[in-house]
């Protein structure tokens, strides 16, 4: 398989467009980092984009777990996708649900990140770069922060992580109505407390369907990585048998 990288050189570096260099650099792994900055920097400095190479020169090279984030998202836009759209799923069921309402989404939650991780660490051993336990960490860490935090997602899907991200400590929960005391004597109905019990009602099935929703999208991301990995499993076992061949 041509890698980002492999495509890069031969095409050259000086006809291509800043963005597009950048975006295969950061999924050049970290040891080949700077000399393909270099590289880049000077082709385009050559082609008289002085602009252009000054921005090269000043990326920064990734860590090994962001590097391999980087490259899940460029490899695997589908599941990429899928994942971001997961979290979108999983933070409005967060903001309104209470914590026995999730309790099932985090399960599934912690199964998606655990299967995309295999993935990821798959992808690269394929490219010749394995990643250790404390990397794999590292790389768990970053898919959990772009699940639970927004701002995270939007730096995962810009393809050009630096660092591992750091998730919040638990998503942020919704504030529900506070509990009636035993023994608390009821108000007669009015206007205003039928009012209440509407928009209760109605938060009551907002929440339903945004739990619906993201049960929906973490099956639904669980089910796709199962046929990547059964896919996958296919074509190695191919391989194997066409070398004992």
Not at 44 to 71: E, S, Y
Not at 81 to 99: H, I, S, V
Not at 183 to 192: E, L, V
């Given at each position: 398989?041509?890698?980002?990288n492999?495509?890069s050189?031969?095409r050259?570096?000086?006809?291509?467009?800043?963005?597009?260099?950048?975006?295969?650099?950061?999924?050049?792994?970290?040891?080949?980092?700077?000399?393909r900055?270099?590289?880049?920097?000077?082709?385009?400095?050559?082609?008289g984009?002085?602009d252009?190479a000054?921005?090269?020169?000043?990326?920064?090279?990734?860590?090994?777990a962001?590097?391999?984030?980087n490259?899940?998202?460029?490899?695997?836009?589908?599941?990429?996708?899928?994942?971001?759209?997961?979290?979108?799923?999983?933070?409005?069921?967060?903001?309104?649900?209470?914590?026995?309402?999730?309790?099932?989404?985090?399960?599934?939650?912690?199964r998606?990140?655990?299967?995309?991780s295999?993935?990821?660490?798959?992808?690269?051993?394929?490219?010749?770069?394995?990643l250790?336990?404390?990397?794999?960490q590292?790389?768990?860490?970053?898919?959990?922060?772009?699940?639970?935090d927004?701002?995270?997602?939007?730096?995962?899907?810009?393809g050009?992580?630096?660092?591992?991200?750091?998730?919040?400590?638990?998503?942020?929960?919704?504030?529900?109505?506070?509990?009636?005391k035993p023994?608390?004597?009821?108000?007669?109905?009015?206007?205003?407390?039928?009012?209440?019990?509407n928009?209760?009602?109605?938060?009551?099935?907002?929440?339903?369907?945004?739990?619906?929703r993201?049960?929906?999208?973490a099956?639904?991301?669980?089910q796709?990585?199962?046929?990547?990995?059964?896919?996958?499993?296919?074509?190695?076992?191919?391989?194997?048998?066409?070398?004992?061949?």
């Amino acid at each position: 398989m041509e890698t980002l990288n492999a495509r890069s050189s031969r095409r050259g570096g000086a006809g291509q467009d800043v963005e597009s260099v950048l975006d295969e650099l950061y999924t050049t792994p970290p040891s080949d980092f700077v000399a393909r900055r270099e590289m880049a920097a000077a082709a385009a400095k050559t082609a008289g984009r002085v602009d252009d190479a000054r921005r090269i020169h000043a990326a920064r090279r990734p860590t090994l777990a962001a590097w391999a984030a980087n490259l899940l998202l460029r490899s695997q836009p589908e599941e990429s996708q899928q994942f971001l759209q997961l979290g979108q799923a999983l933070r409005a069921a967060y903001r309104t649900l209470d914590a026995d309402g999730l309790k099932d989404l985090s399960a599934q939650r912690r199964r998606v990140v655990s299967a995309l991780s295999r993935q990821t660490a798959q992808l690269a051993r394929e490219t010749g770069h394995p990643l250790s336990e404390s990397v794999q960490q590292d790389l768990e860490a970053t898919l959990r922060a772009v699940l639970a935090d927004p701002d995270a997602a939007d730096q995962w899907a810009a393809g050009r992580l630096v660092n591992a991200l750091t998730p919040p400590s638990e998503f942020h929960l919704g504030t529900a109505p506070p509990a009636e005391k035993p023994g608390t004597r009821k108000a007669p109905p009015t206007r205003a407390s039928a009012r209440t019990k509407n928009e209760l009602a109605e938060r009551r099935r907002a929440r339903s369907e945004q739990l619906a929703r993201a049960q929906e999208a973490a099956e639904a991301a669980e089910q796709h990585l199962r046929e990547e990995r059964a896919r996958r499993a296919d074509v190695d076992a191919g391989t194997a048998g066409a070398r004992a061949n």
